[in-house]
């Protein structure tokens, strides 16, 4: 046998073992997309009936007397603020079904409306008071008990012990959708409201704004120390120095360390002994700096590391500092991957509970946060709020709330890409 | 010491030739040591001129310590650790080595094109007009332009990129980048180039292109080349500088060191025995 026949015995079994191997790669694509599909698949319907809500047409008589105020040509904004809006709305349900007398049927019957719908009334007349002494249709939002019910997701077969609706309930449900005093419409509330202990009233603007606050702080706090930092130890620091050493080696042991670290710390040092308020934006961003800096800091050394020494050299040979081919030739050049590395980090802040958990950011914020010192929530632990929640239309929320982060990331990283190709230089 | 060291001493001793010019030299060097970390020693006691509007050719085999000399003459050396410079380097009668000169005002002054075409990741124009606006050589734009058609010309690339000068500079051919790379040098109008094997990565014809514009750009700077080509060394230089091991062997006007060399080291090195 010459090499010939040799070589041509074995090219079988290489090509085969290279047939094996990209076998092997498609399966492992095909499997994560399968997951990642269904991960999203299951996240989309279930999140599906948190988009809409249902509203129910009431008969409003707005009269003085209902209201408790007197006819005059105007009131002041307080005046208005303190009357008793619910009345409004019972009245108007006990009109709609006059055979209900008992005080229990009539307390099931005032569960039909969202506890929120008063409110909804009292902004309206506060908006219009023209209104006072007239009598209007309004479309108010229904309880979230009659909204997973009208959304299909309570059986009525069900014994009226399992459910949460009761049978005389579904009765009045069943009257209202003759009379087309009942329907389904886009839950606006959902994307301009804070949270609520009701979930037909819970909104994710609150904790959506409390992220958006949060990223900014640990944006324009871990990107400028995080690339200054590596800059130094990449081009200034002396080489061969122990204390650079010992930096290098706690900097890399700090990517490392568990997330809930550094709340503590940021517990102890920020809240105890700075004052930062407790469950605010600046606090969370404070903690998700530290946590997001050694990520920055050594993907922008190796960006750094990676830029050709002959630039610099080139530079250098024509007479330019230091500081010049460091800010003209090798931040333009690592750019790329700077933005890269903080966009992990901060992908990775931006799902971040854990830590925020020890700096109070778990707290229930109805308000919406209107800058870095209020109280507030991020997405991340909404979520977890939310899931932890026992109303059944939680879950929806839930599931929309996680819809929410991922278009969030989505957007971060659609930013860093663009980010990234408009530096991109190719030589 | 055993006994190969003290043979090889014995061989190398004091440099042969002729170190020094008549006239004032442009550059000075005198008894130049270098060290890289304390211990490794890379050039030893090293003195050699280089006279005015000519080019001095450094020759020698890997790891003699031509480059590392080049080097020193515009204090590339300075951003690596652990460099020490003894002796002293004159640049027009001024040590280049003394606190008062500012290595940034020495580089303007003493340019330096590498062996790999480095251009900067912009275009032409910019890569040309780097240096004049680092160092604010002009008033404005126009002048600017001027700077870069005179250097673009000088350095025989004008013709070739006048149509694209906006073009990222890494587009051109090898050839091509490395004359840019020689126009982006003399830009800033220095005094010295220092060329560090400049077609070693070139074919033969972009070479020819290179040693027909150093021979050009010789009027106007003062040159010294590194280079492992003795043809090229023989071709284009006035006066050729062999070194072996750190140490300045033989220096003279190349005619002499190509046809009379007086060290045999040097002989056996440009008749092909080692290196």
Redesign the interface.
Known sequence: MNNTQIVQKSLKKRYAKERRFKIYGVFSIIVSLAFLLFLLVDIVLKSTPAFTQTYIKLDIDFSYKVLNIDPKPNYTKDELFKSSYRNLISKALYQLFPDVSSRKQKRALRKLISSGAQYHLRDLVIERPQLIGTSQSVWVLADDDIDTFFKGLIDRNLPEADRRIKDIQITWIDKLQSKDRIKRQFNASFLTSGDSREPEQAGILGALKGSLYTMLVTLLLSFPIGVAAAVYLEEFA???NWWIDVIEVNINNLAAVPSIVFGILGLAVYINLFGVPRSAPLAGGLVLSLMTLPTIIIATRAAIKSV?P????????????KI?VIT??VLP?AMPGILTGSIIGMAQALGESAPLLMIGMVAFVADIPQGFFDPSTVLPVQIYIWSDSPERAFIALTSAAIIVLLIFLFLMNLLAVLLRNKFE??? | MNNNDIELNQQLGKTVGNPLVDGIPRMSCQSVDVFYNQDLQAIFNVSVDLAKNQILAMIGPSGCGKSTLLRCL?R?ND?I?GCIVTGKIYLDNEDIYTSNIDP?????KV????Q?P?????SIYDNVA??PR??GLMTNNSELDDIVEESLTKAGLWKETKDRLNK?G?GLSGGQQQRL?IA??IA?KPEVILMDEPTSALDPIATATIEELMYELKSSYTIAVVTHSMQQAARISDRCAYFHLGRLVEVNDTNIVFTNPEHGLTENYITGRFG
């Open positions: 002396p080489k061969n050709p002959s630039i610099r050299e080139a530079a250098l040979g024509l007479g330019a500092s010049q003209h030739h050049l230089t190719k030589w | 515009n590339m951003t650790d940034v005002l020495l580089r303007a340019g330096m094109v590498f790999k480095n251009p900067f990741p912009k780097y240096g680092l160092h990222p890494t790379c982006r040098t800033v």
